[in-house]
Nanobody, 115 residues
Framework: QVQLVESGGGLVQPGGSLRLSCAASGNIFAINTMGWYRQAPGKQREWVASITRLGSINYADSAKGRFTISRDNAKNTLYLQMNSLKPEDTAVYYC?????????WGQGTQVTVSS
């Protein structure tokens, strides 16, 4: 059974940084493209960034230049380094395969950017 557990969220001031982590159980991590997604209040969940097993990366326009996705295949862990955070980055952040599987959604981690 696949389980994804996100962590690292919190309250940060505009311009601040956070590093999110996603611990994956099961054997999907080594063979799949993984991604970060987010859902802001009242909005649909959206894709933020993705990374292949070999390290090819793509970002949504909103994340380019500010966020960095990475993965440690040995640790089955996905990361998202977020810098220069803005209030509009406030959302619950999730990890999943890319494209996502409905059965893999976890609880997410809340990121709040506010002064």
């Amino acid at each position: 059974q696949v389980q994804l557990v996100e962590s690292g969220g919190g309250l940060v001031q505009p311009g601040g940084s956070l590093r999110l982590s996603c611990a994956a159980s099961g054997n999907i991590f080594a063979i799949n493209t993984m991604g970060w997604y987010r859902q802001a209040p009242g909005k649909q969940r959206e894709w933020v960034a993705s990374i292949t097993r070999l390290g090819s990366i793509n970002y949504a326009d909103s994340a380019k230049g500010r966020f960095t996705i990475s993965r440690d295949n040995a640790k089955n862990t996905l990361y998202l380094q977020m810098n220069s955070l803005k209030p509009e980055d406030t959302a619950v952040y999730y990890c999943n395969q890319s494209p996502p599987r409905s059965t893999y959604w976890g609880q997410g981690t809340q990121v709040t950017v506010s002064s």
